[in-house]
T-cell receptor, first 115, second 113 residues
Framework: SAVISQKPSRDICQRGTSLTIQCQVD?????MFWYRQQPGQSLTLIAT?????????ESGFVIDKFPISRPNLTFSTLTVSNMSPEDSSIYLC????????????FGEGSRLTVL | DAKTTQPTSMDCAEGRAANLPCNHS???????VYWYRQIHSQGPQYIIH???NNETNEMASLIITEDRKSSTLILPHATLRDTAVYYC??????????????FGSGTQLTVLP
């Protein structure tokens, strides 16, 4: 199994600011994913972070709002830009099992509150 | 379109078996049934997955009907720590296929003392 560490675990931010969330994995992984979980809702995939190329964004999410970096096979960042109260959510990093079983491992999430 | 249907909530007495149903009538031949759970304020946790045979691990058992249109996750001896939202998901088991993974609303299981 993979151990995933996310920072920060929670933060309170002001409207109009940006925050970068870090995701560190204890092993090299090919696929890293970023999810959003709005209050009381289920998880929604934001994008797939690709090492060495641009991230792949899902419908409704754009690079200008959620820029992603993937500098190596164990690390990724997600930035939430120009935040508004609607961005208050839990942001989760996930990686895919290296054995190709399809199992996903999740970090504990970063809980953002935008005032 | 939702691929799975689960009850919104269920209760279970501590120490009893918790049986969580899931309907996936449109499942394709190469799609697996996965179960995850999310304990409050934590990231989702993988529980078990299967294709057509029943599966068992240290956490749970997965019973898949012969026509594969429904399945049941069984927690044999539920404890208070099993209180969580349980997600039933169907997807192919291939690298990168998480993009096709859709988390529905899940079932809120509450284990009662």
């Amino acid at each position: 199994s993979a151990v995933i560490s996310q920072k920060p675990s929670r933060d309170i931010c002001q409207r109009g600011t940006s925050l970068t969330i870090q995701c560190q994995v204890d092993s090299q992984v090919t696929m890293m994913f970023w999810y959003r979980q709005q209050p009381g809702q289920s998880l929604t995939l934001i994008a797939t972070a690709n090492q060495g190329s641009e991230a792949t964004y899902e419908s409704g999410f754009v690079i200008d709002k959620f820029p992603i970096s993937r500098p190596n096979l164990t690390f990724s960042t997600l930035t939430v830009s120009n935040m508004s109260p609607e961005d208050s959510s839990i942001y989760l990093c996930s990686v895919e099992d290296s054995q190709l079983t399809g199992e996903l491992f999740f970090g504990e999430g970063s809980r953002l509150t935008v005032l | 379109d939702a691929k799975t249907t689960q009850p919104t909530s269920m209760d279970c007495a501590e120490g009893r078996a918790a049986n969580l149903p899931c309907n996936h009538s449109t499942i394709s031949g190469n799609e697996y049934v996965y179960w995850y759970r999310q304990i409050h304020s934590q990231g989702p946790q993988y529980i078990i997955h299967g294709l057509k045979n029943n599966e068992t691990n240290e956490m749970a058992s997965l019973i898949i009907t012969e026509d594969r249109k429904s399945s049941t996750l069984i927690l044999p001896h539920a404890t208070l720590r099993d209180t969580a939202v349980y997600y039933c998901i169907v997807r192919v088991a291939a690298s990168g296929s998480a993009r096709q993974l859709t988390f529905g609303s899940g079932t809120q299981l509450t284990v009662l003392p």
